[in-house]
């Protein structure tokens, strides 16, 4: 019996989910672009002056928050372990893909643990990379993301991950 639950088995925790999503972003895209062109901001940070657009506009879909509503959310302590988990996670992934323009993390809270722990628990490191080749192609194309049934050709993938 053993045997056949090698390899499709996982051991799984009751975590608590925190009610945000952790986005980092290491390029200006998507609502970010918006929010920066309107007012220079990216949740409520003041970013420099001459920033250029990385990516297609696209139909909002979040709400993004300032550092400042997710400490009062989740509190001062859980924020600032957040905020550090999520950059530590980005940084690691940087250093090995191609282009990660942004993501988004999903975080809980493990109260099974002295002290409780911030773990990451959802949504790690999404195609970001190859969405915004595809958004870059699409574009090129005159297609908008909204539009259905568009297909990124296969060279354009191989292409990519030889790089």
């Known amino acids: 019996m053993t045997s056949q639950l090698q390899r499709r088995s996982m051991v799984v925790k009751h975590l608590y989910v925190f009610p945000i999503e ?17 007012n220079g901001t990216v949740c409520g940070i003041a970013l420099p002056t001459g920033l250029q657009d990385t990516k297609a506009e696209v139909g909002g879909k979040d709400e993004n928050i300032s550092p400042a509503e997710v400490a009062r959310i989740v509190g001062q302590v859980y924020a600032d372990q957040i905020q550090k988990l999520s950059l530590e996670i980005y940084e690691k992934a940087d250093a090995y893909a191609i282009i990660i323009a942004d993501t988004k993390f999903e975080i809980g809270l493990d109260e ?43 060279d354009v993938g191989l292409k990519t991950m030889e790089q």
């Open 112 to 154: 099974s643990t002295t002290p409780t722990a911030v773990v990451l628990i959802n949504e790690v490191l999404t195609a970001a990379a190859f969405g915004v080749l595809k958004r870059m192609r699409l574009a090129d194309e005159g297609w908008s993301e909204a539009q259905e049934g568009v297909e990124m050709p296969d």
């Open 22 to 38: 952790s986005i980092v972003r290491g390029y200006v895209t998507g609502s970010a672009w918006s929010s920066y062109q309107k």
